[in-house]
């Protein structure tokens, strides 16, 4: 079966531009939930959708948004970029919400 | 969610059986222990996790104390593509329709010494 699947897999944007990452989550998974992860640190949640709705968000400013497409598919979208987003954008889908999140390779982004 | 503490990092002789602990104190009834690892520059791996009882699955086995307020991962037979960082995550068991997005720490950074 296929995992959780990101595209594309590495970006170079300079600052101010914006950026669109997509995520397929796994076969029959309702859940998606994004995670940013900077060098050196742990990754940090951004966003959890569920069954197309926004069930929460982490601590990003509102140059971060996201969608969940009916398939279930979603993207991520950074407007006006700054160095400091330069990161590994993680992807995670989940059967449902508290069921465990399987996690995708990552898109690697990076602003110049 | 509890927080977890866990050493920043641990060496292994490979064919040895990797012990990794984390403490969660302040765990509440409905509280899972999950663990993942990642490997330099890929995406979190899912590994196991558990409530209350002891946990095992092909990829390792998960000891919770009678109290829930610490938990070790054991890799029985490490080998030197199990060399990662290990996060020890507890999360509630349902969200009730709230966000339940995985608090990540630090991680303890195994190395599996040839």
């Known amino acids: 079966d296929a995992g959780v699947t990101q595209s594309p897999t590495h970006l170079i944007k300079t600052r101010g531009q914006h950026v669109t990452l997509r995520c397929s989550p796994i076969?029959?998974?309702?859940?998606v939930s994004w995670y940013q992860q900077v060098l050196g640190q742990g990754p940090q949640f951004i966003f959890q959708y569920y069954e197309k709705e926004e069930r929460g968000r982490g601590n990003f400013p509102d140059r971060f948004s996201a969608r969940q497409f009916p398939n279930y598919s979603s993207e991520l979208n950074v407007n006006a970029l700054l160095l400091g987003d330069s990161a590994l954008y993680l992807c995670?889908?989940?059967?449902?919400?508290?069921?465990?999140?399987?996690f995708g390779p990552g898109t690697r982004l990076l602003v110049l | 969610d509890a927080k977890t503490t866990q050493p920043t990092s641990m060496d292994c002789a490979e064919g040895r059986a990797a012990n990794l602990p984390c403490n969660h104190s302040?765990?509440?009834?409905?509280?899972?222990v999950y663990w993942y690892r990642q490997i330099h520059s890929q995406g979190p791996q899912y590994i196991i996790h558990g409530l209350k009882n002891n946990e095992t699955n092909e990829m390792a086995s998960l000891i919770i104390t009678e109290d829930r307020k610490s938990s070790t991962l054991i890799l029985p037979h490490a080998t030197l593509r199990d060399t990662a960082v290990y996060y020890c995550?507890?999360?509630?068991?349902?969200?009730?329709?709230?966000?339940?997005?995985?608090?990540f720490g630090k991680g303890t950074h195994l190395i599996i010494q040839p």
């Open positions: 995550i507890v999360r509630v068991a349902t969200s009730g329709g709230g966000a339940d997005g995985l608090t």
């Open positions: 076969s029959g998974h309702k859940s």
């Open positions: 995670a889908s989940s059967v449902g919400q508290g069921r465990t999140q399987y």
């Open positions: 302040t765990i509440s009834g409905n509280e899972y």
